[in-house]
């Protein structure tokens, strides 16, 4: 997003988050509803109760891809048959591989592009533009937009001025999930600054307990935490700045960025499994492990989005006693909001392809979706109700009180080669500084290299 002026922007979405999950997550989770759409599978477009008006597709077919397995997987699929319920198209859904961009260029040249793709990169969006892959959002898609979304939401996903990503699924990735017990045990208090998290961590790790649990073998997660730290510290003109290379890597700002990430990840024994188990912890296992063991799990604390409500839910921790969760503490003036997304891009232009864009688009189907749980919509028409628990319900209202006042993620909004590819670029250089540290010229300067060649050298 740009910044529009030169204060730092975020302070009221930070207050406003703080108000909003003050007491939230001292609630347990409680039922939001029933998990099924109820309702729903009986309407028609433009019939009473809908929000949006559908054409009748009867005997359309359409192929939709994207990454998400599992839970994510089998409740985006419940929108899909909603979809073909009201509209009579039929629907396929066609698993992707990471990164999606590579996935889908060996679809196109194959002559068998899915008609819609979900995107979890604006860089990628771009580059599907700039291939000419990716079609324009047509008016009632846009007429969703602009009911449903924040200015910022629909900007993000624009190119060139034009809309053609549809954000239908979003991450508020500024949150750092605890371990009840532990932080009783140890008489730990949830952390509002950088120095209250080391004062927290240091409390735990003399009661007995390791203090964080690091997706290291995961290079997206420590991109999360660079700039969970670089926007708080370094502020939201400097992110816009470094997120488009128009600053370097190699500027001041980041060195102490990594600075401050090294005063944590430099203490071995404050990592479960020290730095080199960190390095071979897939993310959900930084969940689980954070919340099995009773009051002596491996690691009292990990950070991430609102997601890791999924991965808890396969432990028996409950979301809200057992599992809670503070904001991304504060490093700099103030604390950050940083978000990421999934947006619906249409690679086959069609009249049910636009259709479904339109559905997506709506607060129909991001509620069916928000019913089953471990799922935050950017749309804010969807009702809160719509969310199963109470954490996961303030933490959906904070995502959409904070307006355009966000930053969307930084490694998302670069080219996929820098900051969206497994064992490269951004993701094997944090992994590398996570390993070493003490190295911070070396890290800056690895990240620049690469960063140049992704951006062609511009900077």
Same mark, same amino acid.
């Given at each position: 997003?740009?910044?529009?002026?030169?204060?730092? #922007?975020?302070?009221?979405?930070?207050?406003?988050?703080?108000?909003?999950?003050?007491?939230? %997550?001292?609630?347990?989770?409680?039922?939001?509803?029933?998990?099924?759409?109820?309702?729903?599978?009986?309407?028609?477009?433009?019939?009473?109760?809908?929000?949006?008006?559908?054409?009748?597709?009867?005997?359309?077919?359409?192929?939709?891809?994207?990454?998400?397995?599992?839970?994510?997987?089998?409740?985006?699929?419940?929108?899909?048959?909603?979809?073909?319920?009201?509209?009579?198209?039929?629907?396929?859904?066609?698993?992707?591989?990471?990164?999606?961009?590579? %996935?889908?260029?060996?679809?196109?040249?194959?002559?068998?592009?899915?008609?819609?793709?979900?995107?979890?990169?604006?860089?990628?969006?771009?580059?599907?533009?700039?291939?000419?892959?990716? @079609?324009?959002?047509?008016?009632?898609?846009?007429?969703?937009?602009?009911?449903?979304?924040?200015?910022?939401?629909?900007?993000? &996903?624009?190119? /060139?001025?034009?809309?053609?990503?549809?954000?239908?699924?979003?991450?508020?990735?500024?949150?750092?999930?605890?371990?009840?017990?532990?932080?009783?045990?140890?008489?730990?208090?949830?952390?509002?600054?950088?120095?209250?998290?080391?004062?927290?961590?240091?409390?735990?790790?003399?009661?007995?307990?390791?203090?964080?649990?690091?997706?290291?073998?995961? &290079?997206?997660?420590?991109?999360?935490?660079?700039?969970?730290?670089?926007?708080?510290?370094?502020?939201?003109?400097?992110?816009?700045?470094?997120?488009?290379?128009?600053?370097?890597?190699?500027?001041?700002?980041?060195?102490?960025?990594?600075?401050?990430?090294?005063?944590?990840?430099?203490?071995?024994?404050?990592?479960?499994?020290?730095?080199?188990?960190?390095?071979?912890?897939?993310?959900?296992?930084?969940?689980?492990?954070?919340?099995?063991?009773?009051?002596?799990?491996?690691?009292?604390?990990? =950070?991430?989005?609102?997601?890791? !409500?999924?991965?808890?839910?396969?432990?028996?921790?409950?979301?809200?006693?057992?599992?809670?969760?503070?904001?991304?503490?504060?490093?700099?003036?103030?604390?950050?909001?940083?978000?990421?997304?999934?947006?619906?891009?249409?690679?086959?232009?069609?009249?049910?392809? !636009?259709?479904?864009?339109?559905?997506?688009?709506?607060?129909?189907?991001?509620?069916?979706?928000?019913?089953?749980? &471990?799922?935050?919509?950017?749309?804010?028409?969807?009702?809160?109700?719509?969310?199963?628990?109470?954490? !996961? #319900?303030?933490?959906?209202?904070?995502?959409?009180?904070?307006? /355009?006042? %966000?930053?969307?993620?930084?490694?998302?909004?670069?080219?996929?080669?820098?900051?969206?590819?497994?064992? @490269?670029?951004?993701?094997?250089?944090?992994? /590398?500084?996570?390993?070493?540290?003490?190295?911070?010229?070396?890290?800056?300067?690895?990240?620049?290299?690469?960063?140049?060649?992704? =951006?062609?050298?511009?900077?």
């Amino acid at each position: 997003m740009r910044s529009k002026s030169s204060t730092f #922007r975020n302070h009221r979405a930070v207050t406003t988050l703080a108000v909003l999950l003050t007491g939230a %997550f001292a609630l347990s989770a409680c039922s939001g509803g029933d998990d099924d759409e109820k309702g729903h599978g009986e309407r028609t477009g433009g019939t009473t109760g809908s929000t949006v008006t559908l054409p009748k597709l009867d005997g359309a077919r359409l192929e939709v891809s994207a990454v998400w397995t599992g839970g994510e997987q089998a409740n985006f699929k419940r929108v899909l048959a909603e979809f073909e319920k009201r509209t009579g198209a039929k629907v396929t859904f066609v698993p992707a591989q990471d990164p999606i961009i590579n %996935f889908l260029g060996s679809k196109i040249a194959g002559g068998q592009p899915p008609d819609v793709a979900l995107l979890p990169q604006p860089g990628a969006i771009k580059q599907a533009v700039e291939k000419g892959w990716a @079609k324009p959002v047509g008016p009632e898609g846009r007429k969703q937009l602009a009911a449903n979304y924040a200015q910022g939401w629909q900007d993000i &996903g624009k190119v /060139d001025g034009k809309p053609y990503g549809v954000y239908y699924k979003a991450a508020n990735k500024s949150l750092i999930w605890y371990n009840t017990q532990v932080f009783e045990n140890a008489g730990a208090r949830e952390p509002k600054t950088w120095q209250d998290l080391l004062t927290a961590s240091r409390a735990v790790y003399d009661s007995g307990v390791t203090p964080f649990s690091v997706a290291g073998a995961d &290079g997206w997660p420590l991109t999360d935490w660079f700039e969970n730290v670089y926007l708080s510290q370094a502020g939201p003109e400097k992110y816009d700045q470094l997120a488009q290379h128009k600053i370097k890597w190699t500027d001041p700002s980041v060195r102490q960025a990594l600075t401050t990430l090294a005063r944590l990840w430099g203490r071995e024994d404050y990592l479960a499994g020290g730095r080199n188990g960190a390095l071979q912890t897939e993310f959900p296992q930084s969940v689980t492990q954070t919340f099995t063991g009773g009051d002596q799990p491996k690691s009292a604390m990990v =950070y991430e989005g609102d997601f890791v !409500q999924v991965n808890i839910g396969e432990t028996k921790a409950k979301v809200g006693t057992d599992a809670k969760v503070f904001p991304f503490p504060a490093v700099g003036p103030a604390a950050p909001v940083v978000s990421g997304g999934d947006a619906a891009v249409i690679l086959k232009d069609s009249r049910a392809a !636009q259709a479904l864009v339109t559905f997506l688009a709506s607060p129909d189907a991001a509620t069916i979706q928000a019913k089953l749980g &471990g799922y935050l919509s950017p749309n804010r028409n969807v009702p809160p109700t719509a969310y199963p628990n109470a954490v !996961q #319900r303030k933490i959906a209202e904070a995502l959409i009180a904070s307006g /355009d006042d %966000f930053r969307f993620d930084m490694s998302d909004q670069a080219p996929q080669a820098f900051g969206g590819t497994p064992g @490269k670029g951004e993701w094997k250089d944090l992994q /590398d500084f996570l390993k070493n540290p003490g190295d911070v010229a070396g890290a800056q300067a690895r990240l620049e290299k690469d960063a140049a060649a992704a =951006y062609g050298n511009k900077g």
